[in-house]
């Protein structure tokens, strides 16, 4: 049985402290509550299912500890979803509390897997001669979706850094001629790269 509720800080003032009968605590974000919940702190209603309640209220305890330690995550570097929602639960979250902290924090875009694409691309690009098509595979292996991940490779590669690509790509392939540009095409290079590094 609930015995207290108390407002915690928080900038969108919805986090409360709840205190249970056994002598046990919880923190909460109502937004993990169901509609019905939301509202904290309210009178008790005599007709409601209290055990049913509790465990609502316990199953918010647990999202808003996930998002705590999706947030801790975040700060240190870039996450998607998907591996964010994994290391979560290889933490020990609840799986479904995992998954809807990181639903929520990827609504708010504190969680973005476009962001996260773009800045692996950056750093990759920049130290690997990899192609297009291999670097799109990465992406989607990371859990980005097939859309994100070639808007991203799109906008990293512009020609001039794509024909740099190319160039470094070239150095690790032993082949010649027409050969080569099908490779460097099957690839995903595009012909105006190709065509650039050719040509010069």
């Known amino acids: 049985m609930i015995t207290a509720i108390t407002s915690l800080p928080d900038p969108e003032a919805s986090a409360y ?18 509609p019905e919940y939301q509202k904290l702190p309210r009178e008790k209603d005599e007709e409601e299912d209290e055990q ?4 609502k209220i316990r199953f918010a305890g647990e999202c808003f500890e996930a998002e705590l ?4 995550l975040i700060a240190r ?5 998907r ?18 902290a990181v639903s929520r924090l990827s609504a708010l875009g504190t969680v973005s897997d476009r962001r996260y694409a773009e800045v692996w691309l950056e750093d990759r690009v920049s130290r690997k001669a990899e192609s297009p098509r ?6 989607r292996g990371r859990g980005i979706d097939r859309k ?8 990293a590669l512009t020609l001039e850094a794509e024909a740099r690509l190319l160039q470094g790509y070239m150095e690790h392939i032993a082949l010649e001629g027409p050969a080569l ?19 010069d």
């Not at 049913?52 to 465990?55: A, I, S, T, V």
């Not at 330690?69 to 801790?72: D, F, K, T």
């Not at 570097?77 to 979803?81: I, S, V």
């Not at 095409?185 to 040509?199: D, H, L």
């Open 77 to 81: 570097a870039e996450q998607t979803g």
């Open 148 to 155: 994100t991940a070639e808007s991203a490779l799109k906008s």
């Open 69 to 72: 330690a999706a947030l801790r």
């Open 134 to 139: 291999r670097l799109l595979a990465a992406l």
């Open 181 to 199: 540009k099908r490779t460097l095409k099957q690839e995903g290079f595009s012909s105006g790269a190709i065509q650039a590094v050719f040509e």
């Open 52 to 55: 049913e309640k509790e465990e």
């Open 17 to 34: 402290k709840i205190s249970f009968s056994d002598g046990s605590v919880c923190s909460i974000r109502t937004s993990y509550l169901p």
């Open 83 to 100: 591996g964010l929602t994994a290391k979560l639960e290889r933490r020990g979250h609840n799986p479904e509390a995992a998954r809807q």
